[in-house]
């Protein structure tokens, strides 16, 4: 049985969330994950992919897993920059108004990091599609989109390869439109918004 592909991605976007929020918190954490950030963005899709279906199969898990290594690393890389954007004067405040570490989050320094979350998210709603096209391209018998590309390229039925393009560039606008929404609805106290 195949699971729904949503909540796959939402689980993983969140662990990279939960991550950043505890490497803010042990600063160690956050030394060591950064510089992996780096290493694991710099491997191509198309060189992953394969490697990704080999070890988990030709079911959805590979896919998962393709999309799992491309999209966690930018929701914790800009979830981490968002936390560290606070000013010093504004967490001096808080001290000063003997706030705990749990309350300097939920109250300032979470709110201050939303545009960086809300950029990942955005980031992540095309290279996930991107992500599973090509893991299918490379490991799928017979559904997706990446199968159905690589399928007619084979026939040299170029009409059906771009019309299957076309498909995937307005899902990853609609899905990019559908966050900006969203964010300009969570994040409408910033002055960009109230011009």
């Given at each position: 049985?195949?699971?729904?592909?949503?909540?796959?991605?939402?689980?993983?976007?969140?662990?990279?969330?939960?991550?950043?929020?505890?490497?803010?918190?042990?600063?160690?954490?956050?030394r060591g994950l950064l510089p992996l950030s780096?290493?694991?963005?710099?491997?191509?899709?198309?060189?992953?992919?394969?490697?990704?279906?080999?070890?988990?199969?030709?079911?959805?898990?590979?896919?998962?897993?393709?999309?799992?290594?491309?999209?966690?690393?930018?929701?914790?890389?800009?979830?981490?920059?968002?936390?560290?954007?606070?000013?010093?004067?504004?967490?001096?405040?808080?001290?000063?108004?003997?706030?705990?570490?749990?309350?300097?989050?939920?109250?300032?320094?979470?709110?201050?990091?939303?545009?960086?979350?809300?950029?990942?998210?955005?980031?992540?709603?095309?290279?996930?599609?991107?992500?599973?096209?090509?893991?299918?391209?490379?490991?799928?018998?017979?559904?997706?989109?990446?199968?159905?590309?690589?399928?007619?390229?084979?026939?040299?039925?170029?009409?059906?390869?771009?019309?299957?393009?076309?498909?995937?560039?307005?899902?990853?606008?609609?899905?990019?439109?559908?966050?900006?929404?969203?964010?300009?609805?969570?994040?409408?106290?910033?002055?960009?918004?109230?011009?």
């Amino acid at each position: 049985m195949r699971p729904p592909a949503g909540n796959g991605l939402k689980v993983y976007l969140v662990a990279g969330f939960l991550v950043a929020v505890v490497a803010d918190r042990v600063p160690l954490l956050g030394r060591g994950l950064l510089p992996l950030s780096g290493l694991v963005s710099a491997v191509p899709i198309v060189g992953i992919a394969p490697i990704l279906v080999m070890w988990f199969g030709f079911d959805w898990q590979s896919k998962a897993a393709v999309v799992v290594v491309v999209t966690f690393f930018p929701m914790l890389v800009n979830t981490l920059a968002g936390l560290a954007a606070v000013d010093a004067m504004q967490r001096d405040l808080m001290h000063s108004y003997a706030a705990s570490h749990i309350q300097t989050l939920t109250k300032l320094r979470l709110p201050a990091a939303l545009p960086f979350v809300f950029n990942a998210l955005k980031i992540n709603s095309t290279l996930a599609l991107i992500a599973a096209i090509v893991a299918e391209f490379f490991g799928s018998p017979i559904l997706g989109l990446g199968f159905r590309i690589s399928a007619e390229v084979a026939r040299l039925n170029v009409d059906v390869v771009w019309a299957v393009i076309a498909i995937a560039a307005l899902a990853g606008s609609m899905f990019y439109g559908v966050i900006a929404v969203v964010e300009r609805a969570c994040t409408f106290w910033l002055p960009s918004y109230r011009a």
